[in-house]
């Protein structure tokens, strides 16, 4: 199984602030999800990227996968309570047949 | 018109005893999954079904029995139940999960051995 670790655990900011999440493997992936889980509830895709170096862009949220589909990052930008989550990336294992995900960011954005 | 259920949503229970949490899916997928969350929010995966046959099966103990009857269900059983099986186990379902696709969640079931 590949590994993937996300960094920093935890984050805690005040509302406007900016962010950027980490994801980083020694193993190459064909492909990378970000999802965003809420208290309760299971986790929610928010964008897959596949070719190394894609850069996707959504409202606020950027994410970028590696030149080299080793790592990628979430960049938040001028972030609000409302973004308050635990993040997770998960890559597809280049055999095909499985998603791994990394331990999670939990971010909480203060008001 | 919930996509992925899950029941219970909440099951506690004393050591020793056998529980089942049943999953639906009506998204018409073809693979469904079980995925273990723990206290730190670590998601591993345990099984993945892909119509109706078991494709992956990770380090899980043999206490861990999941179900398929059709494709659009996936139910785990757990005998002996042990202290260490206390987490939230959620269910999934992706189109093609042997490429890796979007996965859709049921809400979780929160399970407690006391």
């Not at chain 1, 989550?85 to 095909?96: F, K, N, Q, V």
């Not at chain 2, 139910?75 to 987490?87: M, T």
């Amino acid at each position: 199984t590949q590994l993937l670790e996300q960094s920093p655990q935890f984050l805690s900011i005040q509302e406007g602030e900016n962010l950027t999440v980490y994801c980083n493997s020694s193993s190459v992936f064909s492909s990378l999800q970000w999802y965003r889980q809420e208290p309760g509830e299971g986790p929610v895709l928010l964008v897959t990227v596949v070719t190394g170096g894609e850069v996707k862009k959504l409202k606020r949220l950027t994410f970028q996968f590696g030149d080299a589909r080793k790592d990628s990052s979430l960049h938040i930008t001028a972030a609000q309570p409302g973004d308050t989550g635990l993040y997770l990336c998960a890559g597809g294992e280049t055999s095909g047949s499985r998603l791994t995900f990394g331990e999670g960011t939990q971010l909480t954005v203060n008001p | 018109d919930t996509a992925v259920s899950q029941t219970p949503k909440y099951l506690v229970t004393q050591m020793g005893n056998d529980k089942s949490i049943k999953c639906e899916q009506n998204l018409g997928h073809d693979t469904m999954y079980w995925y273990k969350q723990d206290s730190k929010k670590f998601l591993k995966i345990m099984f993945s079904y892909n119509n109706k046959e078991l494709i992956i099966n990770e380090t899980v103990p043999n206490r861990f029995s999941p179900k398929s009857p059709d494709k659009a269900h996936l139910n785990l059983h757990i005998n002996s139940l042990e202290l260490g099986d206390s987490a939230v186990y959620f269910c999934a379902s992706s189109q093609n999960g042997l490429f890796g696709g979007e996965l859709f969640f049921g809400e979780g079931s929160r399970l407690t051995v006391l």
